[in-house]
């Protein structure tokens, strides 16, 4: 299950800022398999986390193994992941963000928007990121305003269209 996705190379000792797909960035360091995917898919490999803090938008990670801004630089793009076995169940009223991603997203009128691939965070609301059929990126607002529904059980996400939304880079 993909946790997160490391962005760029921060510092020159090795460390990786990421983007963090859930509200516990802390768990990855407490978790004992942790996987680093390339963003290709050629193959997961393990890899331990020293650290992983709080730091806006995002996460500061320290991987054991990566000592310098040039071995943090090879890692960008690729996907923090862990076996889903390894995560505690999610309370009553909460979802884990990584158990939507590759659902299918869809306005509330059925309408087909695009797959569930991420979630961005740049300091104010979360947004979801939806790949659409056309190959173009939509980022919708994670707010009761915009989500309907979110429902791994369910495969889905239903979202509310609202004027400009759609129309994102288009």
């Known amino acids: 299950m993909r946790l997160g996705r490391i962005r760029r190379a921060h510092g020159i000792r090795g460390q990786l800022r990421a983007e963090y797909f859930g509200e516990d960035p802390g768990l990855l360091s407490r ?3 942790t996987f ?4 290709d898919g050629s193959g997961a490999f393990p890899v331990k986390v020293l650290k992983a803090k709080i730091s806006a938008p995002g996460v500061l990670l ?5 000592a310098d801004r040039t071995a943090a630089e090879a890692l ?3 996907f923090v992941s862990v076996p889903r ?6 309370a009553e009223d909460e979802l884990y963000q990584a158990d939507l991603l590759g659902l299918p997203v869809s306005l509330s009128d059925g309408r087909l928007l695009g797959e569930a691939i991420g979630f961005a965070d740049f300091g104010g609301t979360q947004l979801l990121e939806v790949k659409a059929p ?3 990126t939509l980022l919708i607002p994670w707010t009761d305003e915009y989500i309907r529904e979110a429902s791994p059980e369910d495969g889905r996400v239903v979202v509310e269209d609202a004027p400009g939304l759609l129309d994102q880079g288009r």
């Not at 680093?36 to 963003?39: A, G, I, K, Q, V």
């Not at 076995?85 to 999610?90: E, F, Q, V």
């Open 31 to 33: 978790l004992t398999e």
């Open 36 to 39: 680093l995917e390339p963003p």
């Open 62 to 66: 320290t991987l054991e193994g990566t």
């Open 76 to 78: 960008q793009g690729f």
């Open 85 to 90: 076995s390894a995560l505690p169940p999610p």
């Open 134 to 136: 056309d190959g173009a």
